[in-house]
Nanobody
Framework: QVQLVESGGGLVRPGGSLRLSCVCEYSGNIRSINAMAWYRQAPGKERALVALVTSGGSTNYADGAKGRFTISMDNVKNTVYLQMNSLKAEDTAVYYC??????????????????WGQGTQVTVSS
């Protein structure tokens, strides 16, 4: 079973920092992951992209994340990180990890998955 496991959320004061991590776990070998991303969903709002990184290192950020957040991907560890600095109250949300086109090759067969993590709460409050 392939799954995404997130960690790093919590309560932080305005202006503080948090680092989110999301690892793609599988008992066998993951050949590749095309891209990984972080989305967030605040109460009463739709889920929205925060940042995305491809396996080649290209990144894309939502306007509100530019200059404050940094996304990175470790292709060996199949892990994506989101470093969040200068946090604001409006960053409060559940943050979800997404992995695009996880490729597994096993016993001569290939499987591809798009997965979501379970979400981790980030609360920015004094």
């Amino acid at each position: 079973q392939v799954q995404l496991v997130e960690s790093g959320g919590g309560l932080v004061r305005p202006g503080g920092s948090l680092r989110l991590s999301c690892v793609c776990e599988y008992s066998g070998n993951i050949r590749s992951i095309n891209a990984m991303a972080w989305y967030r969903q605040a109460p009463g709002k739709e889920r929205a992209l925060v940042a995305l990184v491809t396996s080649g290192g290209s990144t894309n950020y939502a306007d509100g994340a530019k200059g404050r957040f940094t996304i990175s991907m470790d292709n060996v560890k199949n892990t994506v990180y989101l470093q969040m600095n200068s946090l604001k109250a409006e960053d409060t949300a559940v943050y979800y990890c997404h992995a695009d086109r996880i490729t597994i090759v096993e016993n001569g067969a290939k499987w591809e998955y798009d997965l979501w993590g379970q979400g981790t709460q980030v609360t920015v409050s004094s």
